[in-house]
């Protein structure tokens, strides 16, 4: 075999332009030690050309690395191998924005401050629960992070780009994010629209030792959807008694104040991560088309994925509090798996601004959801999180996610 040329360009995501000085790596994947191939730096424009010897190989699997010149990664194509290369290869590496902002390539643009006084305190100020609050270590670490932060949002935008690549099942972020949510309000309700975005997945509850490798979940979805996931956000709808009895066939008291959402996707043109996703979940969950005024108004192309939300007991043991549930599993929401094994929790943790976490149950699975069983039955394990803002983050979503495409920053 001989050797072979691995070229092509490092590009801005969002523009395709290059990007100069980045390490490239080309590497051998292997089932258990995989080999570097050769290296070669990004010139003007972003391209790179890297050599790779074929040392006897009967077949060459690669992937490329890229990683600033203090040799952090911030991007790699382990995901998406090259198989059996045999001869020269083009093969281009887009790099988001919130990736390059947090590799130090590029800094935060803020908004203006004339745009800010009606907004800054609430963009700043958790809404904590009185005994919560700046109570334990974590915490205070938590408040010195938003040093320096336009905005809350902002910050959880800091912790998604620490924990992208990252394989770290129980990384200090995550443990950032578990405080947060076990210390935010309890919403009573939310009510219309409101965008999302996803923050990062998580391996269930894998711990030590095998917990700073066994965020699997992560490097083979997260690094890939990374600004490409097309869950766009929600709208809650309040049901009324007669509805309620029958959706929940009787298992909630009709006199509570419940609600029925649905999720909201997106299909992004020309993001190959994003697309897939897109269809994916359409062939699989029967999205259906989003009435023309949502298409036009919020952005998204699909509704699909139906929850019955109220307030209540947490359903995960380390929670230990009243939360907003987002349930997915009642036998009449005609939910599919994974969606029907599912239950999101939600807190609020700014004035219009939620957190979530992604429970699934991993026991029982086969079997149809008895709202009446003990939860521990079900043995439920945290499989991500999320974030929800509705309209007057607008201004601010827009900033630090850009791919969202929010078509009005009317709140």
Known sequence: MKNFRLYGKIRKAESGRGIAGLI???????????ELAGAAKSGRGGSFSIDVPSAGRAKSDLYLNVKTPDGRLIASTR???????????????????????????????????????????????????????????????????????TSILELMKQYMDELYLNPDNNSPQFNKLMEIFRSGATPEAIEGHVYGVWMFFRTGDQE??????????????????????????????ALSPGEIDSLTEGAIAPDRRVFRAVNHFRKIDRRLPNNVAFELFNIWNGLDDAPPDQQEKFGHQKN???????????????????VFIL??????????????????????????????????????????YDPLRPPADYVYQTFGYFLMFSGEWNEEAQRLFPFLDIPSLKC
Not at 24 to 34: K, N, P, Q, S, W
Not at 118 to 134: C, I, M, V
Not at 311 to 320: L, N, V
Not at 338 to 350: G, K, M, N, S, T
Request: with cysteine.
């Open 304 to 322: 699909g994925g139906y929850i019955i939300a109220v307030q209540g007991p947490s359903i995960y043991p380390p929670t230990e509090r009243e």
């Open 327 to 368: 349930n997915y599993r009642w036998r009449k929401l005609a939910n599919k798996p994974p969606l029907c094994w599912l239950i999101d929790e939600v807190v609020q943790i700014a004035d219009g601004l939620y957190l979530g976490q992604i429970l699934s149950a991993t026991r029982r699975l086969l079997r149809l």
């Open 79 to 149: 995901s998406k191998i090259m198989t059996d290369v045999k001869s020269d290869t083009e093969i281009n590496v887009d790099i988001p924005r919130q990736s390059r902002i947090a590799a130090g390539l590029e800094k935060e643009k803020r908004p203006p401050a004339a745009s800010l006084p009606g907004r800054r305190e609430q963009w700043t100020t958790w809404t904590f629960l009185a005994d919560k609050a700046g109570q334990t270590s974590l915490m205070r670490q938590i408040q010195r992070d938003m040093s320096g932060k």
């Open 24 to 34: 490239v790596e080309a590497v051998h994947a292997d089932l258990f030690i995989d």
């Open 208 to 237: 030590e030792p095998f917990s700073s490798v066994g965020n699997i979940l992560q490097v083979l979805l997260g690094t890939v959807l990374d600004d490409q996931c097309p869950w766009v956000g929600k709208t809650f709808t």
